[in-house]
Protein backbone atom coordinates (compact mmCIF):
# COMPACT_ATOMS: atom_id res chain seq x y z
CA UNK A 1 0.00 0.00 0.00
CA UNK A 2 0.83 3.56 -0.47
CA UNK A 3 0.39 4.88 3.09
CA UNK A 4 1.16 8.74 4.62
CA UNK A 5 2.09 8.21 8.37
CA UNK A 6 2.01 11.28 10.39
CA UNK A 7 4.34 11.81 13.00
CA UNK A 8 6.50 9.88 11.14
CA UNK A 9 9.69 12.20 12.37
CA UNK A 10 8.24 11.52 16.38
CA UNK A 11 8.93 8.36 18.89
CA UNK A 12 6.90 6.10 17.48
CA UNK A 13 7.09 6.76 14.03
CA UNK A 14 10.79 6.47 14.11
CA UNK A 15 10.12 2.98 14.66
CA UNK A 16 7.17 2.16 12.89
CA UNK A 17 8.03 3.40 9.76
CA UNK A 18 10.91 1.00 8.81
CA UNK A 19 8.80 -1.95 9.72
CA UNK A 20 6.16 -0.88 7.62
CA UNK A 21 8.91 -0.52 4.87
CA UNK A 22 10.53 -3.58 5.44
CA UNK A 23 6.62 -4.95 4.83
CA UNK A 24 6.82 -3.51 1.31
CA UNK A 25 4.83 -0.69 1.98
CA UNK A 26 5.97 2.54 0.38
CA UNK A 27 5.72 5.20 3.09
CA UNK A 28 5.39 9.41 2.91
CA UNK A 29 5.58 10.99 6.02
CA UNK A 30 3.48 14.45 7.33
CA UNK A 31 5.43 15.87 9.96
CA UNK A 32 5.87 19.48 10.96
CA UNK A 33 9.29 18.58 12.35
CA UNK A 34 9.29 19.54 16.33
CA UNK A 35 11.32 16.78 16.97
CA UNK A 36 13.12 15.77 13.91
CA UNK A 37 16.24 17.06 15.65
CA UNK A 38 15.88 15.01 18.39
CA UNK A 39 18.16 12.04 18.13
CA UNK A 40 20.05 9.60 19.66
CA UNK A 41 22.49 7.23 17.87
CA UNK A 42 22.09 7.03 13.82
CA UNK A 43 19.29 9.04 12.83
CA UNK A 44 16.63 6.85 11.09
CA UNK A 45 16.57 6.54 7.44
CA UNK A 46 14.67 9.27 5.36
CA UNK A 47 11.54 9.31 3.45
CA UNK A 48 9.64 11.45 1.40
CA UNK A 49 8.29 13.98 3.76
CA UNK A 50 5.17 16.53 3.94
CA UNK A 51 6.22 19.51 6.18
CA UNK A 52 3.01 20.41 6.54
CA UNK A 53 0.98 21.19 10.04
CA UNK A 54 -1.77 19.08 10.97
CA UNK A 55 -4.18 21.94 11.63
CA UNK A 56 -3.37 22.87 7.44
CA UNK A 57 -3.90 19.79 6.26
CA UNK A 58 -5.94 19.89 2.90
CA UNK A 59 -7.14 16.97 0.94
CA UNK A 60 -4.84 17.33 -1.80
CA UNK A 61 -2.17 16.61 0.89
CA UNK A 62 -3.39 13.16 1.25
CA UNK A 63 -4.68 12.31 -2.69
CA UNK A 64 -3.22 9.35 -3.73
CA UNK A 65 -2.73 7.21 -0.61
CA UNK A 66 -4.13 3.77 0.82
CA UNK A 67 -4.13 4.27 3.66
CA UNK A 68 -2.91 6.92 7.00
CA UNK A 69 -1.74 6.20 9.86
CA UNK A 70 -2.24 9.35 12.29
CA UNK A 71 0.48 8.90 15.08
CA UNK A 72 0.98 12.96 15.32
CA UNK A 73 -0.41 14.69 18.56
CA UNK A 74 0.77 16.94 21.20
CA UNK A 75 1.85 13.61 23.23
CA UNK A 76 1.90 13.42 26.88
CA UNK A 77 -0.13 15.10 29.63
CA UNK A 78 2.43 18.00 30.50
CA UNK A 79 2.47 18.83 27.09
CA UNK A 80 -1.64 18.66 27.07
CA UNK A 81 -1.43 21.12 29.98
CA UNK A 82 0.84 23.41 28.75
CA UNK A 83 -2.66 24.73 27.01
CA UNK A 84 -5.80 22.71 26.92
CA UNK A 85 -7.12 24.27 24.26
CA UNK A 86 -3.99 23.67 21.59
CA UNK A 87 -4.31 20.29 22.82
CA UNK A 88 -7.87 19.80 21.58
CA UNK A 89 -7.04 21.72 18.43
CA UNK A 90 -3.96 19.45 17.07
CA UNK A 91 -5.14 16.67 19.28
CA UNK A 92 -9.13 16.54 18.37
CA UNK A 93 -10.02 19.16 15.62
CA UNK A 94 -7.11 18.50 13.61
CA UNK A 95 -7.49 14.86 13.69
CA UNK A 96 -11.18 15.22 12.13
CA UNK A 97 -9.88 17.97 9.71
CA UNK A 98 -7.34 14.87 8.49
CA UNK A 99 -9.81 12.32 8.34
CA UNK A 100 -12.52 14.59 6.27
CA UNK A 101 -9.32 15.18 3.98
CA UNK A 102 -8.73 12.02 3.83
CA UNK A 103 -11.97 10.61 3.35
CA UNK A 104 -12.35 13.84 0.36
CA UNK A 105 -9.54 12.07 -1.30
CA UNK A 106 -11.02 8.81 -1.59
CA UNK A 107 -8.69 7.18 1.19
CA UNK A 108 -10.27 4.54 2.44
CA UNK A 109 -8.28 3.27 5.90
CA UNK A 110 -7.17 5.55 8.80
CA UNK A 111 -5.40 3.91 11.82
CA UNK A 112 -5.69 6.68 14.37
CA UNK A 113 -2.95 6.45 17.28
CA UNK A 114 -5.29 6.74 20.44
CA UNK A 115 -4.37 5.61 23.83
CA UNK A 116 -5.43 3.49 26.83
CA UNK A 117 -5.46 7.18 28.80
CA UNK A 118 -8.89 8.04 28.11
CA UNK A 119 -9.73 5.07 30.87
CA UNK A 120 -8.56 7.14 33.07
CA UNK A 121 -9.34 7.14 36.65
CA UNK A 122 -10.20 3.31 37.20
CA UNK A 123 -12.79 2.74 39.88
CA UNK A 124 -10.85 -0.70 41.08
CA UNK A 125 -8.33 -2.62 39.44
CA UNK A 126 -10.51 -4.91 37.41
CA UNK A 127 -8.75 -5.01 33.54
CA UNK A 128 -11.01 -2.86 31.42
CA UNK A 129 -12.13 -4.11 28.47
CA UNK A 130 -12.54 -2.17 25.03
CA UNK A 131 -16.66 -1.40 26.27
CA UNK A 132 -15.39 -0.01 29.33
CA UNK A 133 -16.44 3.82 30.06
CA UNK A 134 -14.02 6.99 29.52
CA UNK A 135 -12.68 8.31 32.97
CA UNK A 136 -10.15 10.74 31.42
CA UNK A 137 -7.89 12.90 34.28
CA UNK A 138 -6.23 14.95 31.52
CA UNK A 139 -6.93 17.30 28.30
CA UNK A 140 -4.68 14.35 26.33
CA UNK A 141 -6.95 11.50 27.28
CA UNK A 142 -10.20 13.91 26.85
CA UNK A 143 -9.18 14.56 23.38
CA UNK A 144 -8.60 11.03 22.02
CA UNK A 145 -12.30 10.34 22.99
CA UNK A 146 -13.29 12.73 21.20
CA UNK A 147 -11.22 12.05 18.10
CA UNK A 148 -12.74 7.98 18.50
CA UNK A 149 -15.90 9.63 18.59
CA UNK A 150 -15.60 12.18 15.70
CA UNK A 151 -14.14 9.61 13.40
CA UNK A 152 -17.00 6.94 14.07
CA UNK A 153 -19.29 9.56 12.83
CA UNK A 154 -17.56 9.23 9.30
CA UNK A 155 -16.89 5.61 9.02
CA UNK A 156 -19.21 4.08 5.92
CA UNK A 157 -18.56 2.22 3.39
CA UNK A 158 -15.89 4.22 1.84
CA UNK A 159 -14.10 5.02 4.74
CA UNK A 160 -12.85 2.98 7.56
CA UNK A 161 -11.39 4.13 10.88
CA UNK A 162 -9.68 1.53 13.47
CA UNK A 163 -8.65 3.07 17.04
CA UNK A 164 -5.54 1.95 18.65
CA UNK A 165 -5.99 2.44 22.01
CA UNK A 166 -2.09 2.03 22.88
CA UNK A 167 -0.86 0.88 26.57
CA UNK A 168 1.60 3.41 28.08
CA UNK A 169 5.06 2.97 25.79
CA UNK A 170 8.14 2.56 26.08
CA UNK A 171 11.45 1.22 24.51
CA UNK A 172 14.11 2.19 22.51
CA UNK A 173 13.91 4.55 19.64
CA UNK A 174 16.08 6.94 17.51
CA UNK A 175 13.94 9.88 18.69
CA UNK A 176 13.93 8.37 22.35
CA UNK A 177 11.23 9.95 25.05
CA UNK A 178 12.47 10.55 28.34
CA UNK A 179 8.98 11.29 29.65
CA UNK A 180 7.62 7.75 29.68
CA UNK A 181 8.02 5.58 33.09
CA UNK A 182 10.11 3.03 31.74
CA UNK A 183 12.63 4.82 29.83
CA UNK A 184 12.66 7.33 32.86
CA UNK A 185 13.15 4.69 35.38
CA UNK A 186 15.65 2.94 32.97
CA UNK A 187 17.69 6.11 32.63
CA UNK A 188 18.31 6.86 36.19
CA UNK A 189 18.73 3.68 37.10
CA UNK A 190 21.51 2.95 35.44
CA UNK A 191 23.16 6.72 35.11
CA UNK A 192 22.54 7.76 38.84
CA UNK A 193 22.22 4.28 41.01
CA UNK A 194 18.39 5.74 41.76
CA UNK A 195 15.48 4.07 40.55
CA UNK A 196 13.30 7.29 41.23
CA UNK A 197 9.79 7.26 41.30
CA UNK A 198 8.01 10.71 41.00
CA UNK A 199 5.01 9.35 42.59
CA UNK A 200 4.00 6.54 45.09
CA UNK A 201 3.80 4.06 42.63
CA UNK A 202 0.96 2.79 43.55
CA UNK A 203 -1.02 3.32 40.49
CA UNK A 204 -1.47 0.56 37.98
CA UNK A 205 -0.81 0.78 34.51
CA UNK A 206 -0.82 -1.31 30.91
CA UNK A 207 2.60 -1.06 29.42
CA UNK A 208 3.83 -2.28 25.40
CA UNK A 209 6.87 -1.61 23.69
CA UNK A 210 6.91 0.32 20.27
CA UNK A 211 7.93 -2.70 18.40
CA UNK A 212 4.65 -3.97 19.34
CA UNK A 213 2.57 -1.07 18.95
CA UNK A 214 4.12 -0.31 15.35
CA UNK A 215 3.17 -4.26 15.06
CA UNK A 216 -0.30 -3.67 15.53
CA UNK A 217 -0.44 -0.98 12.96
CA UNK A 218 1.21 -3.20 10.41
CA UNK A 219 -1.31 -5.90 11.36
CA UNK A 220 -4.26 -3.60 11.46
CA UNK A 221 -3.28 -2.12 8.57
CA UNK A 222 -3.15 -5.61 6.64
CA UNK A 223 -6.25 -7.42 7.86
CA UNK A 224 -9.76 -7.33 5.65
CA UNK A 225 -10.38 -4.57 6.48
CA UNK A 226 -13.85 -5.71 7.04
CA UNK A 227 -12.67 -7.65 10.42
CA UNK A 228 -11.73 -4.46 11.97
CA UNK A 229 -13.78 -1.76 10.41
CA UNK A 230 -14.58 1.07 12.77
CA UNK A 231 -13.96 -0.71 16.06
CA UNK A 232 -11.23 -0.42 18.81
CA UNK A 233 -8.52 -2.64 20.00
CA UNK A 234 -6.77 -2.07 23.14
CA UNK A 235 -3.10 -2.44 22.15
CA UNK A 236 -0.37 -4.85 24.21
CA UNK A 237 -0.69 -8.05 26.41
CA UNK A 238 -3.01 -8.34 29.03
CA UNK A 239 -0.55 -10.26 31.06
CA UNK A 240 1.74 -6.57 30.72
CA UNK A 241 -0.25 -4.87 33.27
CA UNK A 242 2.13 -3.61 36.34
CA UNK A 243 1.97 -1.39 39.34
CA UNK A 244 4.53 1.21 38.71
CA UNK A 245 6.32 0.54 42.03
CA UNK A 246 6.58 -3.38 40.56
CA UNK A 247 8.40 -1.67 37.55
CA UNK A 248 10.59 -0.08 39.31
CA UNK A 249 11.62 -2.78 41.73
CA UNK A 250 12.38 -5.00 37.94
CA UNK A 251 14.23 -2.10 37.33
CA UNK A 252 16.29 -2.28 40.37
CA UNK A 253 16.57 -5.77 39.53
CA UNK A 254 17.97 -5.58 35.81
CA UNK A 255 20.50 -2.33 36.90
CA UNK A 256 22.90 -3.80 39.49
CA UNK A 257 23.52 -1.29 42.15
CA UNK A 258 20.37 0.84 41.91
CA UNK A 259 18.30 1.26 44.26
CA UNK A 260 14.32 2.59 44.28
CA UNK A 261 13.65 6.21 45.60
CA UNK A 262 10.86 8.60 45.62
CA UNK A 263 11.35 12.11 44.64
CA UNK A 264 10.26 15.04 46.50
CA UNK A 265 6.64 15.41 47.32
CA UNK A 266 5.59 11.95 45.16
CA UNK A 267 1.96 11.82 45.53
CA UNK A 268 -0.51 9.78 43.93
CA UNK A 269 -1.16 9.37 40.09
CA UNK A 270 -4.72 10.12 39.49
CA UNK A 271 -3.78 8.05 36.28
CA UNK A 272 -4.52 4.20 37.47
CA UNK A 273 -6.25 1.26 34.79
CA UNK A 274 -5.88 -1.89 33.93
CA UNK A 275 -6.36 -3.16 30.66
CA UNK A 276 -7.31 -6.33 28.41
CA UNK A 277 -5.80 -6.43 25.29
CA UNK A 278 -7.55 -9.95 24.79
CA UNK A 279 -9.92 -8.41 21.85
CA UNK A 280 -7.29 -7.94 19.44
CA UNK A 281 -5.92 -11.02 20.55
CA UNK A 282 -8.96 -12.80 19.12
CA UNK A 283 -9.44 -11.14 16.46
CA UNK A 284 -6.90 -10.50 15.00
CA UNK A 285 -4.00 -13.26 15.83
CA UNK A 286 -1.55 -11.91 13.11
CA UNK A 287 -0.66 -9.39 15.95
CA UNK A 288 1.45 -11.36 17.94
CA UNK A 289 3.83 -8.87 20.51
CA UNK A 290 6.92 -9.89 21.90
CA UNK A 291 8.08 -7.71 24.58
CA UNK A 292 7.69 -7.71 28.02
CA UNK A 293 8.75 -5.15 30.39
CA UNK A 294 11.38 -7.02 31.71
CA UNK A 295 12.87 -7.17 27.74
CA UNK A 296 12.23 -3.63 27.29
CA UNK A 297 14.53 -2.03 30.05
CA UNK A 298 17.15 -4.66 29.17
CA UNK A 299 17.25 -3.65 24.98
CA UNK A 300 16.72 0.53 26.78
CA UNK A 301 20.09 -0.44 29.55
CA UNK A 302 21.88 -1.91 26.26
CA UNK A 303 21.15 1.12 23.94
CA UNK A 304 21.89 3.89 26.65
CA UNK A 305 25.53 2.56 26.97
CA UNK A 306 25.80 1.56 23.12
CA UNK A 307 24.95 5.34 22.45
CA UNK A 308 26.88 6.67 25.64
CA UNK A 309 23.75 8.40 27.32
CA UNK A 310 24.62 10.83 30.29
CA UNK A 311 22.46 11.84 32.24
CA UNK A 312 22.59 15.91 31.69
CA UNK A 313 21.32 14.69 28.31
CA UNK A 314 18.57 12.33 29.13
CA UNK A 315 17.31 15.57 30.65
CA UNK A 316 17.23 17.75 28.03
CA UNK A 317 15.35 18.55 25.27
CA UNK A 318 16.50 16.58 23.17
CA UNK A 319 14.54 13.67 25.46
CA UNK A 320 11.98 15.81 27.07
CA UNK A 321 9.30 17.11 25.01
CA UNK A 322 7.60 19.66 27.46
CA UNK A 323 11.68 21.50 27.27
CA UNK A 324 12.13 20.75 23.62
CA UNK A 325 8.36 22.79 23.12
CA UNK A 326 9.65 25.67 26.01
CA UNK A 327 13.14 25.82 24.20
CA UNK A 328 11.92 26.37 20.93
CA UNK A 329 9.24 29.01 22.40
CA UNK A 330 11.62 30.73 24.12
CA UNK A 331 14.53 31.00 21.04
CA UNK A 332 11.26 33.29 19.15
CA UNK A 333 11.33 29.89 16.45
CA UNK A 334 7.71 29.05 18.26
CA UNK A 335 4.96 31.00 18.56
CA UNK A 336 2.19 30.35 21.18
CA UNK A 337 0.18 28.26 19.10
CA UNK A 338 2.92 26.03 18.55
CA UNK A 339 3.84 27.45 14.84
CA UNK A 340 6.85 27.49 13.51
CA UNK A 341 7.65 31.33 13.14
CA UNK A 342 8.94 32.59 9.56
CA UNK A 343 7.91 29.31 8.63
Known sequence: MRVLVTGHDGYIGSVLVPILRQAGHEVVGLDTGL???????????????????????????????????HLAALCNDPLGNLNPDLTYDVNHRSTIRLAK???????????????????????????????????????YG??????????????????????????????????????????DLAAHALLTGQVRLL????????????????AAFLALLEVDRGRVHAKAYNIGKSSENYLIRDVANLVAEVVPGSEVTFAEGAGTDLRNYRVTCDLIAAEVPE?????????????????????????????????????????????????????????
Request: proline letters at 5%.
Open 199 to 214: SDGKAWRPLVHIEDIS
Open 287 to 343: FQPKWTVKLGVEQLIEQYQRHGLTIEQFGSETHQRIKRIKSLMAAGKLDNDLRWVNA
Open 101 to 139: AAKAAGVQRFLFSSSCSLYGKGADDTPLDETAGFQPVTP
Open 35 to 69: FADCVLGPAPEEVKTLRVDLRDVEPSHVTGFDAVV
Open 142 to 183: ESKILSEQGLLELADDDFSPVFLRNSTAYGFSPRLRGDLVVN
